[in-house]
């Protein structure tokens, strides 16, 4: 039986913690049997009471354990987290559950069955099925993903979509090579992946917007465009020239 964990990344979430993930350890329970799987409450910086109650929980159900960490980013929790899981395969998901958990399954099997290294949720493929999104971050989201995909001619649209599905090998080898700590994490990570030959599956997903989002859009678009130039222009050639001399 193949072991997973799933980290969710959380800061100043004492509110809404105990109701996602909630949902998540019930469908865990019920729809995941085929896996010895575990949740991780991953706390980056929260100066409310996430900490506390994520301790709550973690004392309440085996299941469920808790890493924090005094600095913010949720790339730094799931880096920090993914690189001291022993599981088989990793997973994350955003703390609002704003992706369906029934794609969970299907999600986790692709990467077990070795049918590709890291499964992805997507927004933007066919098959999806978006609500409650503002015209607004559905531009700024098409844009952004014509931009990456333009630039590094890589086959999935949906890079920052907050459900993705990690397989050993992924966190062994790409995941020390992801420099950045915030948002563009995930992009990093896919890019680093699929170039360096490893199989990204993406997954349409039923998707409802969380309207209590933290992200900061503009910012968050900057933010990204800079990291994009970063490794068009550096960052790609030397997570080839790691990984290849891992690889000898």
Known sequence: ???????????NEEKALPVCISQLFQFCERYMRTY??????????????????????SEKHQKINVFRLTEKGRG????SAWMESRADIVAYMDVDLSTD???L??????????DCSLSVGSRLCQGSHVVGRTIKREIISRCYSILFRSLFFVS??????????????????????????????????????????????????NWTDDPDTRV????T?????????????????ASRKTLSAKSC
Request: aromatic residues 10%; glycine residues 8%.
């Open 156 to 205: 999935f649209r949906d890079a920052q979509c907050g459900f993705k599905v990690v397989s050993r090998q992924v966190v062994n080898n790409v995941i020390p090579l992801v420099k950045d700590t915030g948002w563009f994490f995930d992009t990093e990570l896919l890019i680093i992946a699929e170039k360096n030959g490893f199989k990204v599956c993406e997954i349409p997903v």
């Open 76 to 79: 730094r929790a799931l880096k």
């Open 105 to 114: 399954p299907g999600a986790v099997d692709l990467v077990a069955s070795g």
């Open 216 to 219: 900061k859009i503009f910012r």
């Open 36 to 57: 010895d799987w575990e949740i991780t409450i991953a706390d980056n910086g929260s100066t409310d009471d996430t900490y506390s109650v994520a301790s709550a929980l």
């Open 221 to 237: 678009a900057w933010d990204d465009i800079k990291g994009l130039l970063r490794i068009r222009f550096g960052g790609l050639a």
């Open 101 to 103: 958990l029934a794609h």
């Open 1 to 11: 039986m193949s072991s997973l964990e799933i980290v969710i990344p959380v800061l």
